[in-house]
């Protein structure tokens, strides 16, 4: 049977065989909230990078640059990582460079797997309907929070395991565990993640409307896809099955 | 406010700033369980090595020589891993060198700690008495299965979290998500880690009865302590308080 599993930090993906398996990357607040959304609002690719000076560089070369630290945006940049920053008109058909805390490192570190995609809630139901049917094994690629596990990217692990109906075997303890804390916070996942470290951050920062959105099930359809260097929008010819 | 956090895996330690912190380490099946058995039960000094040679050569500097893999007894040693094998009268007042698959370099990884000492089901309200007078953070460090992250080892770092009435402030989110799974399985534990990966691998192995004695609250009062290399019940001149 196909096998699923969860790595909770990007500090453990050492620990999975990535060559014969998809890789979909969780970073809800806010990373992969906000690709999911760029795609969805005719971006024309993303690329990201680990540092500000990359970041920079490609900024020159013609991307937009895209950069968030500790959750504010960089100064000297043309945006941060909030998903509502992406629906710019102005952004379609651009190249953006995105550089952030935590996302972009787990972008990296998920590279020579067999695919590697962009999951958030926003585009739930189109991601489940995809992964249902790939014929190989699965990894959730949790973010976290600078090498730590956090609650929210586990939280959407879980409500992918939950949405997956058991058609994949559980490859360690963590998919069950994902699952069961999926299932008491499900009916109120605002609540569920208030205790967060990283909301609280965020709502420090004032940006709760952010968070909001990020805990939206199925806004898009869109599946972002990474080849190479870039993230892009995943059409027929990329699709495994 | 004193700070709590837990280590889901051996493989995220270096997250964490030990220098000033109590370092709790958990291996519920078994090695945890084993060494606070061999403690009740008045064995003098267990020296956790990594590797089988380390243990070979201590076994033939006068030490008992104790060797776990994968949750069998490793041939040439005089005990594996059961904490039964540890309630052995003629264990009292003799040194083991223990090695087993993940307790011991959990122990090792946990050096630096102001104070290391071992926790179980076993010895659990001893435990919390000793962790609620402590004058510093707290970190509970799973010791997982081969750097991934198991249930056991995170369901009782949650009941540590749940018998601390909160006295302590979360430095992460996982406390809490370790605290939420544990209120679920507090009332049937054998039941809700019936699924775990670890449990099938000692069900296999026909130690179900190994893992029913693990799981019991409160069979000892005494707490393992490591003090250079060797573990050895704490006295009063090891309290912290």
């Known amino acids: 049977m196909k096998k699923i599993d969860i790595c909770l930090s990007p500090d453990l993906i050492h620990q999975y065989d990535l060559a014969s398996t998809v890789v979909v990357v969780i970073d809800i607040l806010r990373a992969s909230s906000s690709i999911t959304t760029a795609m969805a609002h005719g971006v024309k690719a993303i690329r990201p990078v680990e ?9 020159l070369k013609g991307h937009i640059g895209a950069a968030e630290r500790g959750g504010k945006k960089v100064g000297g940049f043309d945006m941060g990582n909030s998903p509502f920053s992406f629906m710019n008109p102005e952004l379609e058909d651009t190249k953006i460079a995105l550089t952030t805390t935590n996302g972009t490192i787990t972008l990296k570190k ?13 585009n739930y139901s189109a991601l489940l309907a995809y992964l249902e049917r790939l ?12 090498g730590t596990v956090n609650l ?45 470290s990283h909301v609280a ?39 495994l099955f």
Chains 1, 2 share one sequence.
Request: a neutral charge; glycine letters at 6%.
């Open 51 to 59: 540092s500000l000076s990359e970041c920079r560089e490609l900024k």
């Open 110 to 122: 998920s590279k020579g797997a067999l695919q590697v995609i962009i999951g958030s809630f926003l």
């Open 135 to 146: 014929p190989c094994d699965l990894l959730l690629h949790c973010a976290g929070w600078k």
């Open 152 to 196: 929210e990217d586990t939280l959407f692990a879980g409500a992918i395991i939950y949405g997956l109906k058991q058609m994949f075997e559980y490859n360690s303890d963590v998919p069950l565990m994902a699952l069961n804390l999926y299932k008491i916070a499900k009916n109120d996942l605002k609540s569920a993640i208030q205790d967060s």
């Open 201 to 239: 951050r965020l709502m420090n920062l004032g940006l709760e409307k952010d968070i909001d959105f990020c805990l939206k099930f199925d806004e898009y359809k869109v599946i972002p896809v990474l080849k190479g260097n870039y993230i892009t929008k995943m059409k027929l010819p990329d699709m």
